[in-house]
């Protein structure tokens, strides 16, 4: 199913047929089976759907970090397809931020050298100056220099926030950002996610299960089945 942003303006990612299948002989499943979509430039867009749906592969693949067996994936205007990936890395350490739900923090490093440890590979010369703002940007000035587990859930999900808003990428993915938290302390991190998206004019992609936090973004698309069934507008007030 062919699923499109309205917007008429070069789309921010754009797939088209794409197929993917895991796992070998019997045990191979069909996780992806065809789909097309746009996501326009500044947009925000929940991927939701059951578990098995296919959701966290798609994003997984429009975040370059899984191969499409089928089809063309193309983000920020770069065709995915045709990288290496060694020139993948350089891509999403360049063009996209990445939020999982268990924050894949460094243990042994600080809030500040997990989030500025990302930009001195990328070759950045102001990677801890950088580091601190992002982190300030989150409310973590006061927790810079302590370790991931001296930090709370909450706390250690504004450090992954922080890390992937640091490189300032045009494209933000958000794998289940609130599954590992409280309801409370996961509201005040969507609301820091979806102000930090609309401050810096980001593309904004998220799975989730919870269709709160679904509806805060523009627009759905539900997964099912590995296929993208229907695309639904946000409800206007």
Partial sequence: MNISTPIAEQPAIRLTDVDLKLGSGAARVHILKKV????????????????????????????????ADKGTVEVAGQNLTTLSEDQLARFRGNTVGIVFQSFHL????????????????????????????????????????????QLSGGEQQRVALARALAPEPSIIFADEPTGNLDEKTGKEIMDLLFAKQAEKGATLVIVT?????????????RMRSGEAQLDTPKARA
């Fill in 36 to 67: 097309s979509l746009q996501i326009g430039q500044g947009e925000a867009v929940g991927l939701v759907g059951p578990s098995g749906s296919g959701k966290s592969t798609l994003l997984m693949v429009m975040a370059g970090l899984e191969r």
């Fill in 209 to 221: 299960h919870d269709l709160t936090l679904g509806n805060r973004c523009d627009r759905l698309i």
């Fill in 106 to 149: 460094i243990p042994t490093m600080t809030a500040l050298e997990n989030v500025a440890v990302p930009l001195e590979l990328a070759g950045r010369t102001d990677a801890f100056e950088r580091a601190s703002r992002e982190l300030e940007g989150v409310g973590l000035s006061a927790r810079m220099r302590h370790y991931p587990a």
